[in-house]
């Protein structure tokens, strides 16, 4: 329940940040950051809608193509790094890391959605553990040349920038700084949301069918049937988010803590399991451990964020306490008909 209702916030504060940079780009202040939002939310919608052979890939494109620019755009902005720009070494204080951690794991999130696709995959034993290792070391290593070469070759001014991504692309490969980050922003924003997307449908179609979420979102929870019923519900709760964040004039910072938080609370869970199910030796139990302790402290920095996921693990075990008892009831026996009662008379 947490992960599949992180989704919503996550994947529409994504859809709010490529509308940000759109409106950077070409003016219209909110109204063309909220239309491009809900333009990428039902793109996203309708590809997924089409299943996932579509989607995958679509999802390939996008992500080989993101890649080459992203890489390109830091190897050619490189020569203009100065050394002076990472100094001081932590501008804002030690104690700034942990708020801002807790607000970038919002930004490695989604890599894992996979796990949720791997019914689908031709060999799964074999084809996820490659996919979420090579997810690891692609995602890593892009994000830290990215962040890497933002600060060396912007320095100070990368926190004032509009868009800073589109400034050090302007520095490597010419133009203009903001339609470059816009048309990145969005080849990003879609790339992510798809995956979201893809994952989350699934899950709650599979939650559906085991029990744990209401039955009639089980639909298309099999193997290569598409979930349309869990997106729908997905892509519902997503628009429901943008409206309320534009109602209320505010930000998209509400919705990535409220999705950090629940995703934050899944990795909890999961590496506890971790460190409960491996054997009490070795290498991997010991990363496990330290996993734990990293995640344990992302929790302490949630705040009280924290309550949306802990409020949604009280409600999925309620309903499953309730579903149980349902369950267990003894079914009423039937009345008697009136020849029935006559013979047993």
């Not at 919608?45 to 992203?70: C, E, K, P």
Request: aromatic letters at 6%; glycine letters at 10%; charged letters at 10%.
């Amino acid at each position: 329940w947490c992960f599949y209702l992180a989704v919503p916030p996550g994947a529409t504060a994504a859809a709010l940040f490529a509308g940000s940079y759109t409106e950077a780009a070409v003016g219209g202040g909110t109204v063309t950051r909220t239309v491009t939002a809900a333009a990428l939310m039902a793109a996203v919608t309708a590809a997924n809608a089409a299943g996932l052979r579509v989607t995958g890939r679509l999802q390939l494109a996008l992500s080989g193509l993101l890649l080459v620019l992203l890489l390109a755009a830091v190897a050619l902005s490189l020569p203009q790094a100065r050394t002076e720009h990472l100094e001081p070494f932590a501008p804002h204080g030690w104690a700034a890391i942990g708020p801002a951690a807790a607000l970038l794991v919002w930004s490695f999130a989604g890599w894992e959605a996979i796990t949720h696709l791997a019914a689908e995959f031709r060999d799964p034993s074999r084809d996820l553990p490659r996919a979420a290792a090579g997810a690891v070391v692609i995602v890593g290593v892009l994000y830290l040349s990215v962040a890497f070469a933002v600060v060396a070759v912007l320095g100070a001014g990368a926190a004032h920038a509009d868009a800073p991504l589109g400034e050090l692309m302007a520095r490597g490969m010419g133009g203009n700084a903001r339609l470059l980050a816009a048309a990145a922003a969005l080849l990003l924003t879609f790339g992510t949301m798809n995956a979201y997307y893809a994952g989350a449908a699934k899950l709650g179609a599979a939650l559906g069918r085991d029990g744990a979420l209401p039955g009639w979102l089980g639909r298309g929870g099999s193997v290569g049937e598409v979930p349309r019923r869990s997106l729908a519900a997905v892509s519902a709760l997503a628009f429901l988010s943008l409206l309320t964040v534009t109602a209320a004039h505010t930000d998209a910072r509400p919705l990535v803590l409220l999705a950090t938080g629940s995703f934050v609370t899944v990795y909890a869970i999961g590496v506890a399991a971790a460190l409960r199910l491996l054997p009490r030796r070795g290498a991997i139990r010991a990363a496990a451990l330290v996993a734990l302790v990293a995640v344990a402290g992302l929790l302490l920095m949630s705040g009280r964020y924290l309550l949306w996921p802990l409020g949604v693990a009280a409600a999925a075990l309620l309903y499953q306490r309730l579903r149980g008892r349902k369950r267990a009831r003894p079914a009423p026996e039937a009345a008697a008909t009136p020849l029935e009662a006559a013979e047993t008379g």
